[in-house]
């Protein structure tokens, strides 16, 4: 479908709550950028409840995260879980093994 010129407010989304196929706890995604031919961009604001996360998955074409607000932990296969936190950018290579989510005791959103 055809981008239109104009503002789409907050209200006007619709949040749904993560697949527990993908996510373990309680995620919700409010899609924000929808990828229009020939762009593949897409993109979602993502809340995780506290110790939600994803499962292990990877991006053939990589995924960039920017942290807006709680605690966060990223882990990447074979390392420990690093803590990320609001203005930080995790960059994930393509096919990397990874997860992320919320810290066991906040919020986290990307």
């Known amino acids: 479908m055809p981008v239109k010129a104009g503002v789409v407010r907050a209200g006007e989304r619709t949040t749904k709550q993560g697949s527990p196929d993908t996510f373990t706890g309680t995620v919700f995604q409010d899609p924000v950028i929808t990828a229009n031919s020939p762009s593949r961009l897409g993109g979602s604001v993502v809340t995780f409840t506290p110790g939600a996360r994803t499962a292990w998955h990877a991006h053939p074409v ?4 920017y942290c807006l607000t709680g605690v966060g932990r990223i882990c990447f296969q074979g390392q420990p879980p690093q803590a990320i936190n609001p203005g930080d950018i995790v960059n994930i290579p393509p ?16």
């Open 95 to 110: 096919n990397t093994m990874h997860w992320h989510g919320a810290a066991p005791d906040r919020l986290f959103a990307h």
């Open 62 to 65: 990589g995924q960039t995260l």
